[in-house]
C-alpha cells in the first residue's frame, strides 16, 4: 500500500501519522485492501422484477375468467382498506406490451409473474379455457421477444371461488385439483418457459388466510384445522411438482417461492449464531423443513399435541418431491438469541421504537438477506437459489416535478443488496434476485394505500412514472454492482 493510500484508510495525511516506527512498518506491510468500494456480482446474476396475476391484471371479467376467493373477499364490505378490489389494478391484462417495454428500459433480465388459476380452469377442476393458455403465451413471447426470462409462478393465492365452496385448503382435494391444474399449465408453457414455481408464501395464505382472517377467505379456524389444511398445503406443493415435472420438457426447472422466517442473529457472535441455526429449522417446520426433509420436527409435533396434522408416510415422501431450485422472498429479519430453554434458543421481539417501513410489518434489517439464502444453502445443501421478492413499501409523493422521490426505498435496497453481495461474495450460490415490485399494485388488505413499485402508478389515468428507486436499480443493473 502506497503511503497516499494508507492515509486515505486511516483517514488522515500520511506524513501526519503519529505511528511508533514498528507499528507503522506492520501497517505498510499489510496486505492492501480493495482501493475499489464497488460490490460487484458474478457474471449473469440475474437482476428481475416480479409481480402477481391478482395484483396487477384487472380484467376479471375478460378472457373467460372463474371468480377466485379474492374477487369474493375484496368486494365484501370492510375487509380491504377502502373498500379497493383488484377489478382494474395496473390493467397489466391490456397494458402488459408497455410494461415490458419498462423492464426493458430499465435492463431488467427476467420476469416473475403469477398465473391466474381461474383464466386456465375457471371452476378450478373440468374442462380449461383456451383464452387463459393464450393470454399467458402472448405475454410470455413478449417478454421472450425482448431478451427477458419468465419465471413463472402457478398459485399466487388467488384460489378458485368454486374450490373455496368446497372448503378450499381444508378439503384434502384441492391439493390433487392444485397438482392438475399446476401439472397442465406448465405443459401448455414449457416450451417457452424453464423455471416454474409452485406457491407463493405458503404461510401468508395459511396464516392470514384462515387463522387471522385478515386475507381471503377470511376465516378463523383455529390451530387443530390449520394444521391440517397447511399439512394439505404443502402435500398440495409435492403433488404439483411431480405433475410439472411429468408434463414439462426435460431440462425444467422446478421451484417454490417460500416466505422463511428469515432466523437472524441478534448479534453476529458464535452463540446466537448457533442458536439462529436451531431456530431456522424449528421456526420453519411446517413449511420449508417439511418440505426438504419430508418430516416434521419433533419439537412442531410435541408443541402441537393433540392438534398435531395426521398424515401417512406416503404424503410425507410426496411433500419432499426432490425440487431443482428455492426461491425465498425475504423482507425482514426474525431476530433470534441464544438461551438455556429446552429448545437453544429465544426469538426476540424488537422495541416499539424499531424502524420499519410504511407497512408497520415490515421491520427494516438487511441482514436477513445475508443469513436467510446462508442457512437454506447449509441447512439443506440447496445450489440454486433466487430472491424471489424483495421490496419495500413507501408513501410515495409526486413531487411538483413530477418526480418521485423515494429516498426511503433506495435507502431499503442499498442495504439489502449489499448484504445479498456479501453473501454471494462468500459462495452462496444465490443466482438471481426479483424485487418487489416493477408497478405499484394492489397490496392485498391493504389495497392500493401501500406502494411497493419502483414505477408509480396513477391508478386514474394507468400513467407510469419511474420513481428514483427505478433509476438507482437500472443502475445497480448495468453496473451488475451496489454501491
Ligand atoms: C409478498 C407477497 O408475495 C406479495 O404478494 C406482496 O405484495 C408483497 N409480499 C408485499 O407485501
Redesign the pocket.
Given at each position: 500500500m502506497s503511503r497516499r493510500n494508507l492515509a486515505r484508510v486511516l483517514g488522515g495525511s500520511a506524513a501526519s501519522l503519529c505511528l511508533p516506527h514498528t507499528a507503522s512498518a506492520t501497517l505498510l506491510n499489510a496486505p492492501a485492501p480493495d482501493p475499489s468500494p464497488a460490490r460487484t456480482f458474478p457474471q449473469g446474476f440475474l437482476w428481475g422484477s416480479a409481480t402477481?396475476s391478482y395484483?396487477v391484471e384487472g380484467a376479471i371479467h375478460e378472457g373467460g375468467r372463474g371468480t377466485s376467493i379474492w374477487d369474493t373477499f375484496s368486494h365484501t364490505p370492510g375487509k380491504t382498506f377502502n373498500g379497493d378490489t383488484g377489478d382494474v389494478a395496473d390493467d397489466f391484462y391490456h397494458l402488459y406490451p408497455k410494461d415490458i417495454e419498462l423492464m426493458k428500459s430499465l435492463g431488467v433480465k427476467t420476469f416473475r409473474f403469477s398465473v391466474a388459476w381461474t383464466r386456465i380452469f375457471p371452476n378450478g377442476t373440468g374442462a380449461p379455457n383456451q383464452q387463459g393458455v393464450d393470454f399467458y403465451r402472448r405475454m410470455i413471447e413478449a417478454l421472450l421477444a425482448k431478451g427477458i426470462q419468465p419465471f413463472c409462478t402457478l398459485y399466487?393465492w388467488d384460489l378458485p371461488q368454486t374450490l373455496q365452496d368446497k372448503g378450499g385448503w381444508e378439503n384434502r382435494d384441492t391439493a390433487k385439483a392444485f397438482a392438475d391444474y399446476a401439472g397442465y399449465t406448465a405443459g401448455k408453457l414449457s416450451d417457452l418457459v424453464s423455471h416454474f414455481m409452485t406457491m407463493?408464501?405458503m404461510s401468508?395464505f395459511v396464516e392470514l388466510g384462515y387463522g387471522t382472517g385478515t386475507h381471503a377467505p377470511g376465516l378463523k379456524v383455529g390451530q387443530k384445522r390449520l394444521a391440517q389444511l397447511n399439512h394439505y398445503v404443502v402435500l398440495g406443493h409435492g403433488m404439483s411438482v411431480q405433475a410439472i415435472r411429468a408434463q414439462t420438457r426435460p431440462g425444467t426447472k422446478i421451484g417454490i417461492a417460500d416466505?422463511i422466517t428469515a432466523t437472524t442473529p441478534v448479534i453476529e457472535s458464535p452463540e446466537h449464531i448457533a442458536a439462529t441455526r436451531k431456530a431456522f429449522r424449528e421456526e420453519n417446520a411446517m413449511f420449508l423443513t417439511v418440505v426438504e426433509e419430508g418430516r416434521y420436527t419433533d419439537q412442531y409435533l410435541k408443541r402441537l399435541g393433540p392438534d398435531a396434522p395426521k398424515f401417512t408416510a406416503e404424503e410425507m415422501k410426496t411433500i419432499a418431491s426432490p425440487m431443482d431450485f428455492v426461491g425465498v422472498?425475504i423482507?425482514t429479519p426474525t431476530y433470534v438469541r441464544a438461551d438455556n430453554s429446552e429448545k437453544g434458543y429465544a426469538v426476540v421481539t424488537p422495541p416499539k421504537s424499531y424502524p420499519h417501513m410504511y407497512?408497520s410489518w415490515l421491520n427494516i434489517g438487511p441482514e436477513a438477506l445475508y443469513w436467510g439464502p446462508k442457512l437454506i444453502h447449509e441447512t439443506w445443501n440447496v445450489k440454486e437459489l433466487y430472491i424471489t421478492?424483495n421490496g419495500a413499501s413507501s408513501k410515495d409523493e409526486v413531487a411538483p416535478d413530477g418526480e418521485i422521490y423515494d429516498t426511503d426505498r433506495v435507502m431499503y435496497l442499498r442495504n439489502y443488496l449489499t448484504q445479498l453481495h456479501r453473501g454471494v461474495s462468500e459462495g452462496i450460490p444465490v443466482k438471481g434476485y426479483f424485487l418487489?415490485?416493477l408497478l405499484d399494485n394492489y397490496?392485498?388488505a391493504d389495497g392500493y394505500e401501500k406502494r411497493?413499485g419502483i414505477t408509480y402508478v396513477d391508478f386514474k389515468t394507468q400513467k407510469r412514472t419511474p420513481k428514483l428507486s427505478a433509476k438507482f436499480y437500472k443502475d445497480v443493473i448495468a453496473k451488475n454492482e451496489v454501491l
Open positions: 402477481a395484483q399466487h407463493n408464501e401468508t416466505n422472498n423482507y407497512s421478492e418487489w415490485s397490496e392485498w411497493f
